[in-house]
């Protein structure tokens, strides 16, 4: 059968118009998350990887998928950032091999107990001061990229059931037990890190709003949020597969 030239240049319009249209969506994806990344990360290289992931998304985008293109496209330039970021990871070896550990001493604790491994335990169980451990946590913080996806599945894109892969009748249970169990997880963090967590990613707030809301600082908001990931990755071990 024909193409049809016509429809093909309509398409090709359509998509120019969704990208000009939503551009600003990639500025305000890149700033947000370079309000937890370290200065050496720079915004336009940011910046350059959402355009193509915007790209992309209009080529792509099936209303049919039950989302609007800006959700849709959303989930597509931030991909596209952290698989940027990825690509020119800046974090030492030993940031990311402390931060294994220290996942491991929490999921150890939290079994043994059946509750939230406090501070003073953690260190302890390392053979660390406090101080270090904070250190620890500082460090994980500045190294790596707060998302759902550090627990090895894009949450975002299962919630909207646009993952890459075609879902047979296991993959969507799987995805619905991986749904169910992050709810259950983000529900038993301590109180404080659960509100970091709900500020951060439902109300989309940077880490130095977050501090206002809640009378600290910038750093010690950092600090908890990162700690909510480390006990987020403890608590969905059956997810990871890279520990």
Do not use: C
Request: proline share 3%; net charge negative; charged share 30%.
């Amino acid at each position: 059968m024909a193409t049809n030239p016509y429809k093909k240049t309509q398409d090709f319009d359509e998509s120019n118009k969704l990208v000009v249209l939503h551009a600003p969506l990639v500025k305000r994806i890149a700033y947000h998350l370079m309000a937890r990344l370290p200065s050496s990360v720079v915004v336009d290289d940011l910046i350059q990887a959402g355009m193509v992931g915007l790209l992309e998304a209009s080529r792509n985008y099936r209303p049919d998928l039950g989302a609007s293109f800006e959700t849709y496209s959303g989930i597509r330039i931030r991909g596209a950032m952290l698989d940027e970021l990825r690509r020119n990871d800046w974090a030492p070896k030993s940031v990311h091999r402390k931060n294994r550990e220290l996942t491991k001493v929490v999921r150890e604790i939290e079994a043994r107990t059946g509750r939230d491994a406090r501070d003073d335990e953690i260190a302890e169980e390392m053979g660390i001061t406090l101080d270090e451990y904070y250190k620890i946590l500082q460090d994980s913080s500045n190294a790596r990229i707060y998302a759902f996806e550090e627990l090895g599945v894009d949450e975002d894109a299962i919630e909207l059931g646009l993952s890459n892969t075609k879902n047979g009748p296991f993959e969507e249970m799987s995805h619905e037990r991986f749904k169910g169990n992050l709810t259950e997880a983000i529900a038993s963090l301590p109180e404080r890190e659960k509100m970091v967590v709900t500020l951060y990613y439902d109300s989309e707030l940077n880490l130095r709003e977050i501090g206002s809301v809640l009378g600290v600082s910038e750093s010690r908001i950092s600090q908890l949020l990162s700690q909510a990931m480390i006990r987020l990755r403890a608590r969905m071990k059956e997810w990871i597969s890279r520990d």
